[in-house]
């Protein structure tokens, strides 16, 4: 993954866990904020992983017929799914959900 840093002079920028999902919630909150009150725009930056291909379901995992991506890391990224963590999250008692369904974890 390339990691840089976006610096744009007319506007504030930041960068965000992606697959965080209340950390991507809190960045849109008080980028909004923000610009409600007249002091926008905000670009925000959220670093993520794409978990499937273009083209099909398994396309970039190594042992398919294209051996992109190792194994270790899709399964190093899949425990970062970010459906996963929210509900860690929820369990931890850190943000406020009243009900949640989880099909995936």
Not at 55 to 62: F, H, L, R, W
């Amino acid at each position: 993954m390339v990691n840089f840093r976006l610096t744009l002079p007319f506007f504030d920028s930041h960068q965000v866990d992606g697959n965080d999902v209340l950390e991507v919630y809190e960045a849109a909150k008080r980028a909004i904020d923000q610009c409600r009150e007249g002091n926008g725009p905000v670009f925000i930056e959220c670093l993520t992983y794409r978990f499937r291909g273009h083209v099909g379901p398994d396309d970039n995992i190594q042992g398919t017929h294209t051996d992109i991506r190792p194994r270790e890391e899709m399964e190093a990224w899949l425990k970062k799914d970010p459906i996963c963590r929210l509900e860690r999250q929820i369990l931890a008692g850190r943000g406020q959900i009243f009900t949640i369904d989880i099909l995936v974890c």
